[in-house]
């Protein structure tokens, strides 16, 4: 398991100053890279049906690639012997980066995500580099030893967890300062400590061991319990001072000093609020996986919602990283998260399973087929659970009345919406079409 810790660095004014002068040379190191691919695209690309019948053929380049452009970097070194101060590594990493950025946009990740465009990174946007290999007693006292850097305070907050080695390290400038995050390694895997959720243990009230969990704007969570979470709407308290920042910010004039100062306290604020949205992310994963029960949750359209009205809202609740969050953490905790597929889960009943349609502002569920008076939000939370244990809600009414009729197929197989687990266990890429992208060297994806 991979595990990140992050800790807050107090460098000195000159080892400020040297990591604030590799940042800009590896942030011209990538344009520059990054710069190298698209220009042997736009020479060596040609329409396969339209060729001219003589056309002169360019000079064919190799395809700059991850070893070519790592290779290359001994001649940037020689052309700008400044570049000769950064730590070989931390160099190549830099390429390994455009590398990864090229191939996220035109392959796509394991489950054929493909993102955008790679972006020149404009002054002050290459925020972080990166140590690949760090020493295993690379921290020492309250310091931190990095390579050509030198010992560096830090502030240790907590200690290392036991049995986990020390895999890169990552320099990282935020608005209040600078942070190191220790990637982690430890081999062992973690037992699943509660038998897998089936239809017998979970519908048996004496054994259950799985709880189904409906996020929403009304409240952040209600589980099939019936406990709710409110939304703390972090980012709309603070709203009205992020708005006089910004404010301040507009009137300065463009690259004037005192613009560049009043980015300050406006980079800090928008940071608090990631910070306060964050903290509450944890403590209430933690809350949920301290009930020791796998976590059955809606597979959520979160890109979908955030083009809707409710787009504020939904960014500031940060579904995203929140599920995120749950998923490591219920992993460490020997438990499964489990995805679902959301349609139809909050119009169903979760007593009779016959549908009972409602409207967004219908916040009360009332069965007129069998009488379950039950919230909405706790209502779909309930089917949430179900469907994770792979069997629709009828089945279910069976079964109490005639006992288990049929095997239940092993829900992570039967879930659509289990992409949460599917990335946690890549197997290679499941679309092959975007990998033969690479073979065929064409353009369209299919
Ligand atoms: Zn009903």
Not at 47 to 56: E, G, K, L, S, Y
Not at 381 to 409: C, D, W
Not at 420 to 441: D, I, K, M, T, V
């Amino acid at each position: 398991m991979r595990i990140a810790y992050q800790y807050r660095l107090r460098p000195t004014s000159s080892q400020i100053a040297l990591m604030e002068q590799w940042l800009e040379l590896l942030r011209k190191q990538y344009n520059y890279r990054l710069a190298e691919r698209f220009t042997w695209w736009e020479q060596n690309r040609c329409p396969i049906n339209a060729c001219p019948f003589i056309c002169h053929l360019p000079e064919l380049k190799d395809r700059p690639d991850f070893y070519s452009q790592k290779r290359d970097l001994v001649n940037t070194k020689a052309r700008f012997p400044e570049y000769q101060a950064i730590h070989s590594q931390v160099l190549q990493n830099c390429v390994e980066r455009v590398h990864k950025a090229f191939d996220r946009w035109l392959k796509g990740d394991c489950n054929g995500q493909r993102a955008g465009k790679p972006r020149f990174k404009g002054v002050g946007r290459y925020r972080s580099l990166t140590f690949p290999q760090m020493k295993q007693d690379c921290i020492q006292g309250r310091f931190i030893h990095l390579p050509k850097l030198g010992a560096v305070k830090l502030v240790q907050h907590r200690p290392l967890p036991e049995g986990f080695v020390i895999k890169t390290a990552t320099l990282t400038r935020k608005a209040d300062g600078w942070y190191v995050t220790l990637s982690l390694q430890d081999s062992r895997v973690p037992e699943l400590t509660p038998e897998p959720p089936t239809l017998e243990n979970t519908f048996a009230l004496a054994a259950r061991s799985a709880l189904g969990i409906d996020v929403g704007l009304d409240s952040f969570l209600v589980t099939d319990e019936g406990e709710s979470v409110p939304v703390p709407r972090y980012y709309r308290k603070a709203e009205l001072r992020l708005k006089r920042l910004q404010r301040a910010l507009s009137r300065k004039q463009k690259r004037s000093n005192r613009r560049r100062k009043a980015l300050k306290p406006l980079a800090k604020a928008h940071l608090k609020v990631a910070n306060q949205r964050k903290d509450f992310h944890y403590k209430t994963v933690k809350k949920l996986v301290s009930k020791g029960k796998h976590i059955a949750y809606e597979a959520l359209n979160i890109k979908g919602i955030a083009g809707t009205r409710l787009a504020k809202s939904a960014y500031d609740a940060g579904w995203g990283q929140f599920l995120q969050i749950l998923a490591v953490k219920a992993e460490r905790a020997g438990l499964r998260a489990i995805a679902v597929n959301p349609n139809g889960t909050s119009q169903s009943c979760a007593s009779c399973g016959q549908k009972v349609p409602k409207g967004l502002s219908d916040r009360w569920h009332s069965c007129p087929h069998c009488g379950l008076q039950l919230s909405r939000d706790q209502n779909a939370a309930i089917n949430i659970k179900y469907r994770a244990v792979g069997h629709p809600v009828l089945k279910a009414q069976e079964m109490s009345f005639t006992g288990v009729t049929e095997k239940p197929a092993l829900f992570i197989a039967t879930q659509r919406g289990a992409t949460a687990l599917a990335a946690r266990f890549p197997s290679g890429c499941r679309r092959r079409s975007a990998l033969l992208w690479h073979e065929s060297g064409s353009m369209s994806l299919s």
